[in-house]
């Protein structure tokens, strides 16, 4: 029984053949990256299925192909198309609001199957977090490849003098950082390309463990890119004609750069740097690949801004005749760009802000094409193993200009160079090894991955409920509801035992639970979801179920939170012994405030505790242990009795509801909700009620039960 693996990749624009890279920012190395590891992945003897999951797109502005539920890939990799978030093509950074709902679906596809992956590849922070609530709900391990980290962006963004206000908006970096933390918390094996990538950009990261860490470089398809060609003649003719309408003189060596035309790529400061050199001008020609494009003035605002600024600094510095843009070229054509370049001695520049890893410098080595590129990561890492060019500072545009004028200057060293590069990129950057590195990586560590908590096979099955269950907060909705009677009634005539069940969500402990319900008279509820979500009991029984806790308790530290959190007594003050619990840390908030939250977060995170802060009511702090919540509790029951999220129907009425919402569970807001919860009026499955007791109207609206 081989390997059966799932390999998540949510942006972008991915299918099995004629890559669209650099066609628009989120569709470029990553893209690349994981189809050629699941190609190589799917064709070891030790593999059985890999399965690759991206998001289904319906959208009449990109090929049908991104609307195909299955595409085969070889006889053992396909790409499952999973239907999230708008059916039209949209930017990665507008994907967070429902990434719950993948990781749902993906949650009850596997189900359904009953065959679980081996382990599950999250690639970039997206994929991260549905992974993790995967991987923490079925009990998977899983593997955490970022490519790119929010954190970096960051940091060399405001490097560069951007405003932070206009990198959220723009990014929505903290969605993408909490993400990431998410993913590493979870993790039981991140995949890296560089060292450096490791011990500087992963390192920021609260629940990064060096421990959990392989680096294996990224490989190149050396039948693509290689130094001649024989049909170099066609080459060069199709080139010439691609370049002939930009320059003057086609023979110059060439200044060429590929990347997709995103800011932290940096385009303009190669443009400046040129622009402020005669030597340059008259030594190189300029080629920028920058994606393909009809009309700058359609491309997404990021990709517009650099174009404005490349067509500004052209006629700053007058380069017409020296500088090429090509708006279309095929992905087919990059090796020949490359080889073009090398045969008339040109330089490879890559000029970005921070490069995790770069694999167009794999590609123009393996062309014969020398690099002068910034130095970060992959450069750095490919520049000591390759010696085939020169790393600058592209920040300091005057050592920008000296490193291309040294590059230029030598043809000797540019030759060995040359050499260097072929001969480095076949030594250290196969795909073939980067595969059988993976295997033997993972197999290694998996022996050792005793599962880091139950998974759904090997626990006892409990009584499954009937067809629907409805959770309401017992401190929330209970006082609020005006027709406790109209309920109860309700909940009696529908042969409650048959169809209908009860589910309480509460922060108190089960005694108090039962207590405060029993002034209720409502039917007996199937299940208690006490202290916050880190407590489950089943109807009448006062013992927890120990497979959750069990489940939820892994790396959980009290006496750490306690202490982590001790200096903040000016805004936190601990609550009274009986509202504390083994796996729930109770505050009260001095005084409202949205800064509270945050700074909890970061303060466990920067401790390295798996424990998360959960606000409700603006001043109730409960810290949980990270993988426990009320949501989670819903989750992991529906699990166990094999119940659809879709026969879920929840409550949510306060500030720190917001959770119970996000995914497959159908979901009602009174009308006297707390306006935090306003934001979720887009969400599907969502009913906002105007009625005065706004549960038996969400109930009629869903037709929630069967004979209402
Ligand atoms: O017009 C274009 C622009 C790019 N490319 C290709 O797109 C890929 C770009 O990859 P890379 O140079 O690695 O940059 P990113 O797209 O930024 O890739 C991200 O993900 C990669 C894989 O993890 C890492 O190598 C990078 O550092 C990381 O930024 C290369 O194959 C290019 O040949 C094109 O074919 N046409
Ligand atoms: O520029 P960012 O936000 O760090 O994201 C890098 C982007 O480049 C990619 O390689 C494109 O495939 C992905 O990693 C991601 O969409």
Redo the contacts with the bound molecule.
Sequence with gaps: MGLRLLHLNLHGLIRSHD?E???DSD???????VLELVKGLAARPEVEKVELITRLINDRKVSSDYSNPVEKISSCAEIIRLPFGPKRYVRKELLWPYLDDLADRIVERLQKENKFPDWIHA?YADAGYVGALVSRRLGLPLVF?G??LGREKLRRLLAAGIDHDHIEQTYSISKRIDAEELALAHSNLLIT?TKQESDEQYARYGRFSSKNVEIIP?GVDLNRFHPVDINSKDEEKELNKLFKPFLRDLNLPPLLA?????R??NIPALIETYGRSSILQQRHNLIL????REDSRQLEKQQREVFQQVFELVDKYNLYGKIAFPKQ?K?EQ?PSIYRWAANRGGLFV?P?L????????L?AAACGLPMVTTDD??PREIHSRCENGLLVDVTDLEAFRDGLETAGSNLSLWKTWSNNGVEGVSRHFSWDAHVCNYIAFMQKRLKFLAPRHWTLGNIKEITPIGQKILFFDLDNYLEQSKSLSILRNKLENNSLNQDIQLGILTGRSIKAARYRYAETQLPKPSVWVCQAGTEIYYSEENKSDIFWQDSITVDWNRKGVEKVLFDLKDYLELQPSDHQAPYKVSYLLKEPSHAILPLVRKRLRQSGLAASPHLKCHWYLDVVPLRASRAEAIRYLTLRWGLSLEKVFVVASQQGDAELVRGLTTALIPFDHDSSLDALRSQQRVFFSDAQDGVLDGIKHFRFFKSH
């Design positions: 890559l890279l650099g066609r569709t470029g190395g990553q893209t690349l990256y690639h490849t490519h790119s390309s990224p590929i990347s997709r035309a995103v932290r790529k690949i920058l994606g393909c070229h992905r990059i890559n970005a921070t490069e995790p890893f770069g694999l167009t410098l590609e990561g992959g």
